[in-house]
C-alpha cells in the first residue's frame, strides 16, 4: 500500500507524457487578448470533458487569485456524487512562463509538475471561457455564472467544433 500512490504517480506521468507526444488535428491557438487581472475570481464549470480527477464532481467551481510572489493561486472544488456529497477541493497554483503569451499558462497541483492551461476562446467581458490543454484528452467551458443559456452554450459548441474537438465527449455539469 506504501508504494501505490508511487505507482498512481507513475503511471499518470507516464500517460500525461505519451498523451502529450501524439500528433493533434484540433486547433489550440489561444486567444491573442488576455488580461490576468480580468480572468481572476470565480467560474463555474458548465462542462468538460470525462477524466478521472473530477469524475462525479458536480457544482465544480475554479477560484482563481493573485499572490505575493506574482503567481496565481488555483482552488477547485465540487461536490463528489451530488450536492450533498463530500466537498472535494484542490489547491494549487499557476504562472504564465511567456509574458508574450498570457493566455498560454502552466498550472499545477503537485510539486513541480506543471501542467498546460490554455485559453483558447474568452468572451470580450471575460463572462464564459474555454480552457483546453496540450493533451486532447482535456477540456473545459467555463462561466461566471452557475446557469448558462442554452443558445449560448451551443455558440461555444459550435466554436469549439470548428476547432476539431469533439464535443459529444462534454459531459455537462451540475450547477445550481
Not at 484540433?26 to 486567444?31: G, I, L, R, T
Not at 462542462?47 to 467551481?61: C, I, P
Not at 466537498?87 to 494549487?92: K, L, P, Q, T, Y
Not at 484528452?137 to 476547432?163: A, C, F, G, H, T
Amino acid at each position: 500500500m506504501k508504494y501505490y500512490n508511487l505507482y498512481l504517480f507513475l503511471g499518470l506521468l507516464f500517460l500525461l507524457l505519451v498523451t502529450s507526444c501524439k500528433t493533434s488535428k484540433m486547433d489550440k491557438k489561444v486567444v491573442k487578448e488576455f488580461e490576468l487581472n480580468r480572468y481572476m475570481g470565480t467560474w463555474y464549470e458548465i462542462a468538460r470533458y470525462d477524466h478521472r480527477f473530477e469524475r462525479g464532481l458536480v457544482g465544480v467551481t475554479a477560484i482563481y487569485s493573485l499572490r505575493e510572489d506574482g503567481k496565481i493561486r488555483v482552488v477547485n472544488r465540487g461536490y463528489k456524487g451530488g450536492f450533498n456529497g463530500k466537498m472535494s477541493e484542490a489547491v494549487g497554483k499557476a504562472k504564465i512562463p511567456n509574458p508574450n503569451q498570457k493566455a498560454r499558462l502552466k498550472v499545477s497541483f503537485f510539486l513541480f509538475f506543471y501542467a498546460d492551461y490554455l485559453v483558447m476562446e474568452l468572451d470580450p467581458d471575460y463572462q464564459w471561457a474555454v480552457v483546453g490543454s496540450k493533451s486532447d484528452n482535456y477540456l473545459w467551458i467555463l462561466s461566471r455564472k452557475p446557469i448558462m443559456k442554452e443558445d449560448l452554450y451551443q455558440e461555444i459548441l459550435e466554436k469549439v467544433r470548428k476547432r476539431g474537438y469533439d464535443t459529444s465527449k462534454l459531459i455537462k455539469v451540475e450547477q445550481r
